[in-house]
């Protein structure tokens, strides 16, 4: 793989930028066969993953953008970013995290059809944050936990066991009707 020059400096990058996350690549003038690498900092995504809201622990991402120009104005991008994606424990619903690393490419050919067209990339102007977004989708796993050990929630009062003392247990069987046969002789 080529080793392309990092481009622009902070100045032209802030040019290029042309608000948080889209950046506009025709800026760079690359001819046929030439790259840049850019190294942004962009707001972290949020985003929805099996019904729950996720989000990133870090503000903002440090993301690598590689882009180069192919063969009939088409390009070829990578990006590569890490991040600590917030969600809730699959076992117990509480606070959970896992570190997600994503390194994903793309590839765009004006007129080439559907498959080589880039969905992020509309009159030279990629947009890093919707990428961004959908690649730290894929990349989650939907099973996040709390902790490797957690016990998950006691069937019997859906509280987290790991709230609850070692020896919690009920008095069994929890029947409303026993309820019922309580309240009547109090
Ligand atoms: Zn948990
Ligand atoms: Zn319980």
């Known amino acids: 793989m080529t080793n392309w020059p990092v481009l622009p400096d902070a100045a032209t990058l802030g040019a290029m930028q042309l608000d948080d996350s889209q950046v506009d690549l025709g800026a760079l003038s690359l001819s046929s066969g030439a790259g840049a690498v850019l190294n942004l900092e962009l707001p972290s995504p949020a985003f929805t993953l099996g019904g729950f809201d996720h989000r990133c622990r870090e503000e903002h991402l440090s993301v690598r953008v590689v882009a180069s120009r192919t ?14 994606v917030l ?14 690393s994503v390194e994903t490419r793309e590839a765009t050919r004006p007129g080439g059809g559907e498959d080589l067209e880039s969905p992020y990339l ?6 890093v944050e919707s990428w961004m977004r959908d690649s730290l989708l894929l990349a989650t796993p939907t099973a996040i936990l709390c902790d490797p050990s957690c016990k998950g929630l006691c069937p019997d009062c859906g509280e987290r066991l790991a709230d609850l003392p070692e020896d919690h247990a009920h008095e069994r069987p929890l029947d409303p009707r026993w309820d019922a046969l309580r309240r009547l002789s109090d």
């Open 71 to 84: 063969v009939g104005d088409g390009w070829a991008f990578r990006i590569k970013f890490h991040a600590h």
């Open 87 to 100: 969600g809730p424990c699959t076992r117990c619903l509480g606070d959970g995290g896992v570190e997600v």
């Open 122 to 127: 509309k009159d030279d102007v990629l947009d």
